[in-house]
């Protein structure tokens, strides 16, 4: 069965302002959450866990970034992009790593914006009102430095024990006032290969 889902909920939160100076550009951040039921709540330890993921993850993916794109007017206005999950108490971190860590959830978004980097994540459980952390990074670089965000937030009455918070993340444009360069200057001053900059 898809995933059944209990509500949505779109936040939208602009920077106007950071660190006593106006933003030239204020940014935008974006996130779409879906709360759900688990899907393996009540079953006890589940060893295979792609049914579930083969139901829920694709038509998750799929509304999620729908309301990214209506609400940042388009894949083209995306930036910077990532994802996250909290499974409640009664599940495990697998549970919310097995819904945004597969293709049929991510490449729905990928594919939206054009994207080359992949998606930054965050996977955790915890109660109600738990933090929910989505890390962004830029959607075709993942060494400019300026779009390494993360957004939090909360729901109040999720995820219940047996719940599963989904989310997706978007920022239109990059912290405002960034000033500490990209690694590639890094890598270029200390001698590292910009090809290579783990040096394996």
Same mark, same amino acid.
């Given at each position: 069965?898809?995933?059944?889902?209990?509500?949505?909920?779109?936040?939208?939160e602009?920077t106007?302002?950071?660190?006593?100076?106006?933003?030239?550009?204020?940014?935008?951040?974006?996130?779409?959450?879906?709360?759900?039921?688990n899907?393996?709540?009540?079953?006890?330890?589940?060893e295979?866990?792609?049914?579930?993921? !083969?139901?829920? /993850?694709?038509?998750?993916? +799929?509304?999620?970034?729908?309301?990214? %794109?209506? =609400?940042?007017? *388009? #894949?083209?206005?995306?930036?910077?992009?990532?994802?996250?999950?909290?499974?409640?108490l009664?599940?495990e971190?697998?549970?919310?790593?097995?819904?945004?860590?597969?293709?049929?959830?991510?490449?729905?978004?990928?594919?939206?914006?054009?994207?080359?980097?992949y998606?930054?994540?965050?996977?955790?459980?915890?109660?109600?009102?738990?933090?929910?952390?989505?890390?962004?990074?830029?959607?075709?670089?993942?060494?400019?430095?300026?779009?390494?965000?993360?957004?939090? !937030?909360?729901? /109040?009455?999720?995820?219940? +024990?047996?719940?599963?918070?989904?989310? %997706?993340? =978007?920022?239109? *444009? #990059?912290?405002?006032?960034?000033?500490?360069?990209?690694?590639?200057?890094?890598?270029?001053?200390?001698?590292?290969?910009?090809?290579n900059?783990?040096?394996?």
């Amino acid at each position: 069965m898809p995933a059944e889902i209990r509500k949505t909920l779109l936040h939208i939160e602009d920077t106007l302002i950071e660190g006593g100076k106006v933003a030239e550009t204020p940014l935008r951040m974006i996130a779409a959450i879906a709360v759900i039921r688990n899907p393996w709540a009540g079953k006890g330890f589940v060893e295979d866990l792609s049914p579930e993921i !083969l139901d829920c /993850a694709p038509g998750l993916g +799929a509304l999620l970034t729908k309301m990214i %794109l209506d =609400a940042a007017g *388009g #894949g083209d206005k995306v930036e910077g992009y990532g994802k996250s999950a909290i499974v409640g108490l009664n599940g495990e971190v697998e549970h919310a790593s097995a819904l945004i860590h597969t293709l049929r959830f991510g490449n729905h978004y990928r594919e939206a914006v054009g994207a080359k980097s992949y998606l930054a994540f965050c996977n955790t459980r915890g109660p109600a009102n738990a933090p929910l952390y989505i890390p962004l990074m830029d959607k075709n670089d993942g060494g400019r430095r300026s779009h390494y965000l993360t957004m939090q !937030l909360s729901v /109040a009455d999720a995820p219940a +024990a047996d719940e599963i918070v989904i989310a %997706l993340g =978007a920022s239109i *444009g #990059g912290r405002p006032h960034h000033r500490i360069g990209d690694r590639y200057q890094d890598l270029k001053e200390m001698g590292g290969d910009v090809d290579n900059p783990a040096s394996v």
